[in-house]
């Protein structure tokens, strides 16, 4: 079945630092692929999405590379500040019959500290 | 534009006690999904509408949840009786996606209902 595996928190930071959380997908056909991210408090926010193999997503100063070769979506930014301090979900969209549905990885929490 | 809303914000209720959520989508948005997300996990899809029908509720405890979205727009999601491991938090999440309108569309996610069964 379709499935995402992100690696696991948290991941803590200096401000400035680079980042980089891992994200892996299953899936069967092409799906699309997104990062969304949850600041303390809110709800989940699309932060980037690509929609087919080699599409770059990029928002904010975050990147992610869709990698069919490999089955990634790996999320990066070179300086990362306190305020990207959030819980960031890896997901996949496997529209069956044409309706979308969103299945997430665990999440990945993220501490940036000054 | 106004975004998802839903209510309550919190709710804490003791097992086998019953609850309701309720769910406004973003205006015009014709699928609405309530998603389950329990601490330290990722949100798992519930059940997803499409304007007032069922698309897929494979993955909704159906002895003990039920959610309608009567005309198309509001959504309830209730649960009775509660158990204890239905502690976590409820999202409502709305997409203008269409039949065939493709995957790449977003969901806007509204803030969500904590949930605490005691």
């Known amino acids: 079945g379709n499935s995402v595996t992100q690696m696991e928190g948290p991941v803590t930071l200096s401000e400035e630092a680079f980042l980089t959380i891992n994200c892996t997908y299953t899936?069967?056909?092409?799906?699309?692929l997104f990062w969304y991210v949850q600041y303390p408090g809110e709800g989940l926010q699309l932060l980037l999405k690509a929609t087919k193999a080699d599409d770059k997503g990029s928002n904010k100063g975050f990147e992610a590379t869709y990698r069919k070769e490999t089955t990634s979506f790996h999320l990066e930014k070179g300086s990362v500040q306190v305020s990207d301090s959030a819980v960031y979900f890896c997901a996949l969209s496997a529209g069956a019959g044409g309706y979308n549905k969103l299945i997430f990885g665990a999440g990945t929490r993220l501490a940036v500290h000054p | 534009e106004a975004g998802v809303a839903q209510s309550p914000r919190y709710k804490i209720i003791e097992k086998r006690q019953s609850v309701a959520f309720w769910c406004n989508p973003i205006s015009g948005h014709a699928t609405l999904y309530w998603y389950q997300q329990i601490l330290g996990q990722g949100p798992k899809l519930l059940i997803q509408f499409q304007n007032n029908g069922v698309v897929d509720d494979s993955q909704l405890p159906k002895d003990r949840f039920s959610a309608e979205r009567l005309k198309g727009v509001d959504s309830t999601l209730k649960i009775q009786p509660a158990k204890l491991e239905d502690s976590a938090v409820y999202l409502c999440?709305?997409?203008?996606?269409?039949?065939?309108?493709?995957?790449?569309?977003?969901?806007?996610f509204g803030n969500g209902t904590r949930l605490t069964v005691t």
């Open positions: 999440a709305s997409s203008s996606l269409g039949t065939g309108s493709g995957k790449g569309s977003p969901l806007h």
């Open positions: 899936a069967t056909g092409y799906p699309s």
